[in-house]
């Protein structure tokens, strides 16, 4: 008897469940409506959709509105009632919509909580066919200067929003195009014209679209929101009445052509590109072994930074080049963009004599005339003045005898004794002495020279490597390194290399070649970098440091040795 009454029991719970479920269903309502109908192609309207029931305000989603539609803000608020001990709750969602075109649309079903809401046949109309005088006191004109590009052309394009009434707040957004560059360029501009018969204030905004897809594409029109003065309303003291106001501008179609088949170059479609360069050397020419700065600037009409190639500029062997990275930038001047690629170049010409730089050259594509063309750079000759004070490689170590001069036996004339007084006499024997004189101290000079050559003194212990002038550079070098700073070290490093190879004044690509490493070479080659490069940090004077104790050890051992070999000729 019990399990029967256990049975009856469940039975009548699940059917109590089943019929409170279908109640609550039952007791949920949704209805969706609209504000306008028809409504202009480029105007708001609300739709409102609202739920009877206790339902969640996630349940609306407005994505199947996409398709025709631009949809706004989405508000939802909710609202509980209570009568005669009976509560009632509604939920309302209130989306702002703009057609994207004219025509007949849908506006589909919606499902909220299983109540299912009834289509909404919407018919929008364009505006010139549209009676509604209230709806042009503010609409949106949109324009490109072409149809048909090239791809990643630059396309001008143009939104004037014009206002009738009194502007209390607003915003306008950009237009949209798919897989492009959009950005806004120069500043609004503002003023008033007349349109069929009515006064309109107006705002003009600018943009570059840069497209980076080729095909046929739709440029959709800014959305506007904002709020304008209601005079059809009734104010109250000194508060005038706001309107909300939402309006999208017409859309735009464009044809994007692809790279012509025969162009291989690196793409650039411009109106105009220019390269030219800029030279800082020193106040006395370009000089071996010092560093010049070529600047290279190539400048390009219609594109942004992004586009602009590297630039391939070649050098001679003769020269070490230290490229600093590439400044670039867009800027905007007349309503169009304009793009700059700066490359920094320290060049350290290594012999006097000239020096040919070749000409370097960048291909783009004339848009106007639809050509391949280039902007060249010409190549130039420049005059390397030797260093001041370098050491010369070839120096003869014998002195310099006066040449025997030449006479010419056919232009001598005889000569016709003359009797002289006795003074002429006097004065000539005197003449003769002294040339005799000077002859025999020559001959007597020039003996002494070969003696000298002949006979080799005891070498005595060097002192130009261990002097104090070199103690000092060494010292201020090693500050320097160990502060890791390029430009210090630089300023002693080409003395001492000098110092330590017994030329003083030799410059920095002298020292090297004289002592032959190719590991120091490398190291001053990485210094060079660090010093005439921005990015200074990334470089150690660690390796180089190290390099510099080694050579100068080994130097000064060698001349050590040197110093206490017997002489092949000791002195009696």
Known sequence: MMSKLTQLFGRLSVLLLVFTASIQAQQIEVTATVDKNPVMADESFNLTVVANGDV??????????????????????????????????????????????????????????????????????????SSNSQARDLFISTEVDVEKVFLQQQIHYTVKLHIAKDLQRGSLSSPTLENADIRQIGKDKEYNDIIDGKRYRIIERSFAIIPQQSGTFVIEGPLFEGEIVDNSRQSFGFFNRNKAVNRVGPNQSIEVLSIPSNYSQHWLPSEFVQIDDEWQRNDKGFIAGEPITRTITLTAVGVVEEQLPEIQSQYPASVKTYPDQAETTTLEKDKTLIAQRKESIAIIPSQAGSLLIPEVKIPWFNTLTQKTEYAVLAEKTIQVLPAINQPETNISSSPIMPSKPVVNEKNLQPVTPVIQSGIAQYWLWISLAVILLWLFTLVAWWKHVALLKGKQKPLRPSSVRTTQSEKELWNKLEKALNQAQPQEILTFLTPWLGNLIEHKNATLDFSLAFIKDETLNQAVNNLLAARYS???????????????????????????????????????
């Open 56 to 129: 969640d305000r996630g349940d609306f989603d407005s994505s199947a509105l996409l398709k025709d539609f631009v949809v706004g803000r989405t508000s939802v608020s909710s609202q509980t009632q209570m009568i005669n001990f009976t509560t009632t709750r509604s939920t309302t969602w209130t989306t702002v919509l703009i057609p994207r075109k004219q025509g007949r649309f849908t506006i589909p079903a919606f499902n909220i909580a299983g109540g299912i809401t009834q289509p909404i046949d919407l018919m929008v109309v364009p505006v010139s066919t």
């Open 534 to 572: 921005r990015q200074q940090n990334t470089w150690q004077s660690t390796e180089l440091h190290s390099l510099l104790r080694k050579i100068r050890k080994a130097w000064l051992q060698k001349n050590i040795s040197v110093s206490t070999l017997t002489p092949l000729y000791p002195a009696s």
